[in-house]
Each structure stands twice: as structure tokens, then as C-alpha cells.
């Protein structure tokens, strides 16, 4: 991959203001000072520029200074975690970490099926498929069943306290909200996830990196 641009440069992250796994990284770097530009680029659109970053077209891509590129968002986040000593996201502990990343992989699945949905509704009418919507969204509902039972009545996933599980489930919940409203009441569903996410969006992390339109 040739670097996208010349060295020596401030560190960027690609990506759009609605996708949930730039918003995982837009909150990690938050929460740990990590200083970068944003550079809006939306990978449907016509001229897009992420293919140059990312042969997988794919937001979010971190560039570092040299130019490399880095994708995607779980390994933008390990390396975000590891280049500054600030407020430590993954565990040190490999059993702690393992559990951690396993929350990550949840939220992201949530994602994964929820942005599914959301492309074939997206389709003209006659294209769509219902089987493969109710598919994707039954894997929604059934992840958010067992995050629900996971977090039970405590504060954090991890007993560890605050970690990248809460910062991935939090952007999945966000997500929801922004694109599901009303369709997905998982509010109403689990009351518990819904206080989570309350608390998270009281912080500046969170509340800077809200969904928009
Ligand atoms: C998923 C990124 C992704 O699906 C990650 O970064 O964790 N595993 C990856 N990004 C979407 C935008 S959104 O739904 O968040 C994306 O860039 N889609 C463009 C495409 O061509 O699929």
C-alpha cells in the first residue's frame, strides 16, 4: 500500500459523522488526548477518496504520519490504546482483555447487522429482502439480549470499571437511536443499557461524537 500522502504529517482519521465504528475511534482518542484531524469523507459517495486509504473501501482508516494507513476499527483502537499511557481502554490482563474485545465484538456485530438493515432499505422496493432484514435484525435483538444479561445491575461490563466494551456498546446503542427510532426499542427492552447509555453521553467523549444527519 503507497503512503497516501507525504511524511511527516499530523495524524488523520477518515470517516463520516454517522458510522459507529468511526465514532468507537473518535471516542477512544477523546478519552485518551489523542490529538489527529478528522477528515470527512462519506465511502458511498461518488468521489469518494477511502479506496486510496483502504483497498477495502471502508471507513474508519487512520493515517498515521508517515503516511501508512491503518484499518479497521478494532486495530485502530489497539494501537490508539497503546501509543498513549492515558486512561488504559484494554486490560493488561490477557483473560480481562480477551472479555473486553469479546464485548467489542458484540457491539460491533449489532453494527454490522443493524447498517445491513439499514443499506437494504435502501434498495428499491421490489429488491428488497424481507427474510434477510428480519435475519439481520433478529441478531440485533438477540445480542442486545445478552449484553443486557451481561451488564445485569452493575456499572461497567468489565468489573475493571470503564473500558473499550462500554465505548463499542455505547457507539452500537447511539447507532441504534439514530437510525432505528422506534423500530428498536431497546430503551424500553433493557432499561439497564439504557441508564449505560445515559451516563456515557454525560461524557465529553461521547456527547462531542454524537450521530448527525
Ligand atoms: C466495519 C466498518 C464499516 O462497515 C470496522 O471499522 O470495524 N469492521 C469495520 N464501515 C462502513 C460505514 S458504517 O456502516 O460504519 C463503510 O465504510 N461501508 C462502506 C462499504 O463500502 O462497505
Not at 151 to 171: H, M, N, P, T
Request: aromatic share 8%; glycine share 6%; proline share 6%.
Amino acid at each position: 500500500m503507497k503512503p497516501a500522502h507525504s511524511a511527516n504529517h499530523k495524524m488523520q482519521l477518515i470517516g463520516s459523522l454517522t458510522s459507529p465504528f468511526v465514532r468507537k475511534v473518535r471516542v477512544v482518542a477523546a478519552e485518551k488526548h489523542i490529538d489527529y484531524e478528522l477528515v470527512l469523507d462519506a465511502p458511498w459517495s461518488a468521489d469518494t477518496r477511502v479506496p486510496d486509504y483502504n483497498p477495502l473501501g471502508k471507513v474508519p482508516v487512520w493515517v498515521l504520519e508517515d503516511g501508512k494507513t491503518l484499518f479497521d476499527s478494532r486495530v485502530i483502537v489497539e494501537y490508539l490504546d497503546g501509543i498513549s499511557p492515558v486512561a488504559h481502554l484494554l486490560p493488561k490482563d490477557a483473560r480481562a482483555r480477551i472479555a473486553v474485545r469479546r464485548w467489542e465484538a458484540l457491539a460491533d456485530g449489532i453494527c454490522d447487522a443493524a447498517a445491513l438493515v439499514y443499506l437494504e432499505r435502501k434498495r428499491p422496493e421490489e429488491q428488497r429482502n424481507p427474510e434477510w432484514i428480519a435475519r439481520q435484525l433478529g441478531k440485533v435483538r438477540a445480542a442486545l439480549e445478552v449484553l443486557s444479561e451481561e451488564l445485569d445491575k452493575r456499572d461497567w461490563l468489565y468489573e475493571g470499571g470503564f473500558s473499550l466494551a462500554e465505548i463499542a456498546v455505547g457507539c452500537a446503542l447511539g447507532y441504534l437511536e439514530f437510525r432505528f427510532e422506534g423500530e428498536i426499542d431497546w430503551r424500553r427492552d433493557h432499561p439497564n443499557l439504557s441508564e449505560l447509555y445515559d451516563r456515557l453521553m454525560q461524557r465529553p467523549s461521547f456527547k462531542d461524537t454524537a450521530p448527525v444527519a
